[in-house]
């Protein structure tokens, strides 16, 4: 079953009012699939283009009204890409973040990307759909925490974000740059040595969340530079020799200074 | 549900959209779990040759499309089963040629979609990854 999520108001059809051809969310399998969100007045329909602050502001108050009228809830959302038009503004962005997912936050990854029509930020959302569902999840949405380390070096940086969430039958994980497990620290090196520290970080985080990597669905790279795909490449074979997961790998502007960044979806 | 803790690979009919086993990438052309198929990211492979089509953007986009169809549809799926779509463009103007040619392939309740723009590889104006929904009834 596949069901349309209708704009809750007017202002949120960027189908009617802009021609974007999208739904604004897409609810099938338990899982509800939001498209990308800019600042729109829900009312008026109009761009309110201000400050990440504003904007992602506004973008939550929109997801508020649309997961709300999909019986969902902020507090549901397993999974979010933020999108940010630069990078420097990535504390501030967490700043008016943290305040709407205070507790338990989704797995996340942030990139600094141009997003559509010169906004500063873009949200894309997945979440658990409503609780008539959860009969048939087993998990309605659960934050994995269990670490034997500090791979994902969350708890080194008090980051709106929690390392992976189950959802159902999956498990989502949050971009996880390279760190070093011992310390919590970056690991500044080579694109292969990254991908390498990455890999064996989430193999970890995946096991313990009853995952592993030989049950990853999708892996999502963001690489600084394009032309650094075949470094990244040499190394991730390694990690996925049989079947490999779905893939896509994009050059885009990362946190940190970091040179990769992957995520993924997992079999739970 | 039976199979529905199976996790496997998809691929398409015709070979040459293979791009994964062609170019011998560490990825898989899909994946289909439970009530999901996972594409990875998809660009303008020419079905007959396997090269690249770069042509103006809505011909790499139409043509990022049937390959996408053809790919669902090895698989028991197809366009009208998309749930979410994400799309990465080269060149943020090319926007609205995008949705142009979206309406030609969705002409009604269309997917959930994040449209970014990006640094893509092989010179791509445009990639399209994808989550559907499996066919009701998979032929394996």
Partial sequence: MRDVIPAPVTGLDLRREYGHHQSPAIRAGGLIFCSGMVAINPETAEREHGTVTSEARRIFENLKLLLESAGSSLDRIVQVHAMIYDRIEYDVL?????Q????????????SVQVEAGFKVMLDVTAAAEAREAAAMTHARQVIDRRSSDADGSRHSDLPLSPAIRAGDFVFLSGMAAIDPATGEPVHGTVAAQTGQILTNMAELLEAAGSSLAKVVKVGVLIYSMLEYENMNSVYREFFPVDPPARTVCGAGLIGGHKVEIECVALA | MIGRRLRSVIEPVNPKLNVSRNANLPHSPGIRVGDYIFLSGMGPVDPVTGGRNLGPIAEQIRQTLCNMAHMLESAGSG???????????????????????????FP????????????????????????????ESPSW
């Fill in chain 1, 94 to 98: 967490n700043r008016a973040y943290r």
């Fill in chain 1, 100 to 111: 709407y997912v205070p507790s338990a936050p989704p797995a996340r990854t942030v990139m």
């Fill in chain 2, 79 to 105: 366009l009208d089963r998309i749930v979410k779509m994400t799309v990465v463009l080269a060149d943020s103007r090319d926007f609205d040629e995008m949705n142009r040619v979206w309406r030609e392939f």
């Fill in chain 2, 108 to 135: 009604t309740d269309p997917p959930a979609r994040t449209t970014c723009t990006l640094q893509l590889g092989n010179g791509n104006g445009v990639e399209i990854e994808c989550i559907a929904l499996a066919g």
